[in-house]
């Protein structure tokens, strides 16, 4: 599942957010003390101790920059110091405090590529930070401590709770049922600059597969020009489990399995293995006549009726595929149904009535069939509903043709029952259906 946002956009939410979290002492971090030691090429042994408070992080990612986002984090309070060993005594060399009024901050240079992000099971979406390059933004040692940006660097790449861990937010799930190919477990990032100039963040996001080593898609607009976002799921995922989940909630039984890739591509395709659509179909007086003669009027009464007073239709085989730019890309349904046997019945009843009438006889039926072909196509259109954070997408309600090829199915009943029958089987019949 890929999710493209523009970087601008996004930029302004992570600010947004930013801006609600940067007082709330629920995000505010402290590092307790840290000390760094290292030794010059000179020989030279030297030390630097840190202590830093800090403010809600945030977030940025760097347009015209594919490689890298930055986080920075303001120090409300702090102070460090800078020495050297002088025999066995360490020789303090510069030192300082840090206040909130001196706005000063920490600066983290990320590369995208170790920038994972995870969704724990209590559904919170958090980015891992242990890595890239710290360094002091604000304040500089006065004695040009060359140690400082490697200690904040040790210290937020080796952490492994708390400042590893950068906040997003937390998936609400209370009124969707995720299914696990479609729920999230991690994702990774990708900035992309499009040929119309725009720059897109890439959010890779794995489910239940496995994750992806290559951030890349086969289209250089991932977005269309007048929208913001877009979603991309792949078709396996589509046809394998979203579409056999969604309509398999329906009266009809019908059960899709998910198959493919097909034809030497990566499409996957949805075909129906059971369900079936059924319509009453009581006995049915087709046609009457009658004639008379000097003694009375014989009447004749024509039924058809099938076994179990039901039609039904076996929509095994029914097909559900990718779309293409003919059809505006909606996801396309075929059903091709070939010389299906109907069985029906069609008899006759009569009376006579007249000077001497008699009763109406029974129903004297003979067998027969009719070899139908079923050939149905169908678009279904995607759309979004909803605005805001209550948003879902769904396939476009459409008018179900399997109750008008039931329908015809009893007008060419009808038909048959006033056909010149020489056998015990009809003449083949066609419906196309648009």
Known sequence: VVLSMTAEQINKNLTSQFND?????????????VTHESTSSEGIKMKTFLNFEFKAPQLQFLLNNRNYAQVQFPIKSGRYEYSIL?????????????SESDNNFIQGDLPLAILQGSVSQHQNIALKLNGGAFSSQG???GTGNPLINAALTEYFTSLKDGYEVYNLGTLNTDNVSLLPELTPKSFQFNIVHTPSNRDLLQLFITTSGKDQTSTSLFTHEPIPSSYECSLIISSKIFFQSVL????????IGLVLNGNGPVNNNYLWQAKAIQGSVSSSFPPKMVNKRSFGSQAGINNFEEYVAVPDDTVSVDLTGMLFQNGDPSNDW????SF????????????????????ISTPWSDISYNN????????MKANMKFIIEGSGQNQKVQLEKVDSPIPRSLMIYSHLLDYASVMTVSS????LMDLKMG
């Open 244 to 251: 056999p989940t969604s309509i398999g909630n329906d009266d």
């Open 139 to 141: 304040f500089a040692p």
């Open 330 to 333: 909606c996801s396309k349904m």
């Open 368 to 375: 027969f069939s009719l070899a139908v072909n079923v050939a």
């Open 424 to 427: 015990k089987k009809c003449s």
């Open 86 to 98: 002088a025999g066995e005594t360490w020789m303090v060399i510069d030192k300082a405090s840090v």
């Open 336 to 355: 091709d149904m070939k010389a299906k046997e109907y069985p029906f019945k069609y008899g006759t009843r009569s009376h006579f009535s007249g000077m």
């Open 21 to 33: 979290r940067v007082n709330n002492p629920t995000f505010a971090r402290s590092t307790g003390d």
